[in-house]
């Protein structure tokens, strides 16, 4: 298994915030499962631009952190459905800060980023 070169420095807690929302799509994965449980091809039909492969990689990331969790059904084929944690929950005051944010700022953030 891959193992980092370079340690993470976790001594400042922006950084640890950072490393739990690293990554394109977490932050909209969180908005969705505000809704409740929903299964992969509901948030891959509801991200646009997400691939499987990515958003998978990102749910389990999330599940590792413990910000999500997952429910496995049996039967065939398996059922699968996330959902948010309660340490989860914590993050939601970030993610609609950051959507209040954007919010405000869309016209001159689009006119930005669309001569970037």
């Known amino acids: 298994m891959y193992q980092k070169k370079i340690p993470k420095p976790f001594d400042c807690a922006i950084l640890l915030t950072k490393e739990v929302l690293n990554g394109k799509w977490k932050t909209s994965i969180l908005y969705c499962l505000v809704q409740g449980p929903l299964r992969p091809s509901f948030l891959l039909h ?33 059922k699968v459905e996330y959902y948010l944690t309660d340490f989860g929950r914590t993050l939601l005051p970030i993610v609609e800060a950051m959507t209040e944010w954007g919010e405000v700022h869309r016209a001159r953030l689009e006119q930005v980023l669309e001569s970037c």
């Open 46 to 78: 509801h991200i646009p631009g997400a691939s499987r492969r990515v958003l998978n990689v990102q749910l389990n990331e999330m599940e590792r952190h413990g910000l999500i969790g997952k429910t496995v059904y049996a039967g065939l084929p398996l």
